[in-house]
């Protein structure tokens, strides 16, 4: 059993449920990542590399190139052996070492067990509904996402919303699929070239995850992030909603405005849309038969 003083029991479990994952941060208490007030994981690495990532530290692992260390202001970075450490307790969570970072990276992320997130989590598992696991991307890493979704539902009774860009193939990860709460889908361009040019990556697995997971009334939600000019929006929403209708979905589509805080600097000056754009896509969403819309 492992326990301390801070935070409550969780059982012990054999080493081959027990998997490591690279975790960027951990949040206890969300109320913008699903239903409720959840606690939000967030893995480390992605392979989109989307113009108007708010994330964007989370896209790399650390090659530990020691550009960060000099800039803590709070000398919380150090060089042991060729490697960069974070001491969380003289962190003070500025963002400096995010910001100096040219590799879309983040010193402060940690290889866990399952049973260390949960463990960190365990104080907290009284006053949350679930678990959001988000990222970067956090299909990446499969046996770790697959094997805490399984023990927080089968141990704690909390579900699991897989926050995703799409681009695994969730129709052969069914025990996944079967112990998840929901998904959470970014749909960011309908059409293949422009997906490409947004995201440097194709998007012909998204697709056919939006009506696998569709199909299977596992989508609690898909979302678009609107940049005037960088794609077509209107086709987006148009074929993401003939989608979801087509299958059967009652999934949410939350249409949002792009917005330019923690996107890294060469981007920041994309175009915003307007509420009278996001209204004619919310519109557009309804006429194709999406029962909610939501605007953000």
């Known amino acids: 059993m492992v326990e301390s003083k801070y935070m409550s029991p969780v059982p012990d479990t054999p080493a081959e449920d027990n998997p490591t994952g690279l975790v960027a941060k951990i949040l206890p208490s969300s109320?913008?990542?699903?239903?409720?007030?959840?606690?939000?994981v967030f893995l480390q690495?992605?392979?989109f590399n989307c113009k108007y990532c708010h994330n964007p530290e989370t896209r790399s692992s650390c090659i530990h190139c020691g550009l960060c260390v000099p800039a803590c202001p709070a000398g919380a970075l150090s060089v042991y052996?060729?490697?960069v450490f974070w001491d969380s307790e003289r962190?003070?969570?500025?963002?400096?070492?995010?910001q100096v970072c040219p590799h879309s990276s983040s010193p402060k992320a940690q290889t866990l067990t399952v049973t260390e997130v949960l463990q960190r989590l365990?104080?907290?598992?009284?006053?949350?509904?679930?678990?959001?696991?988000?990222?970067?991307?956090?299909?990446?890493?499969?046996?770790?996402?697959?094997s805490l979704v399984r023990r927080a539902r089968k141990i704690h009774q909390l579900g699991s919303l897989i926050d995703t860009n799409g681009s695994t193939d969730y129709s052969r990860l069914s025990e996944l699929v079967e112990d998840a709460e929901g998904f959470m889908l970014d749909v960011k361009a309908w059409d293949g070239a422009e997906h490409r040019a947004l995201t440097g990556a194709p998007n012909d697995m998204v697709l056919k995850n939006l009506e696998y997971l569709g199909r299977l009334g596992m989508l609690y939600e898909v979302r678009t992030v609107v940049v005037p000019g960088l794609f077509n929006a209107e086709q987006t929403v148009c074929e993401v909603s003939r989608a979801l209708v087509s299958c059967g979905s009652r999934a949410r589509?939350?249409?949002?405005?792009?917005?330019?805080?923690?996107?890294?600097?060469?981007?920041?000056?994309?175009?915003?849309?307007?509420r009278k754009e996001l209204v004619k896509l919310a519109m557009l969403a309804r006429s194709m038969?999406?029962?909610?819309?939501v605007m953000v």
């Open 31 to 40: 109320a913008v990542d699903g239903p409720g007030n959840r606690a939000v």
């Open 45 to 47: 690495g992605c392979d």
């Open 81 to 83: 052996e060729g490697k």
């Open 91 to 98: 962190c003070t969570d500025c963002g400096t070492c995010l």
């Open 122 to 146: 365990s104080r907290y598992f009284p006053f949350i509904r679930g678990l959001t696991i988000s990222g970067g991307e956090c299909g990446l890493q499969a046996a770790f996402l697959t």
């Open 253 to 274: 589509y939350k249409i949002i405005a792009f917005r330019p805080q923690g996107v890294r600097p060469q981007y920041r000056d994309l175009p915003q849309p307007d």
């Open 289 to 293: 038969g999406v029962q909610e819309v």
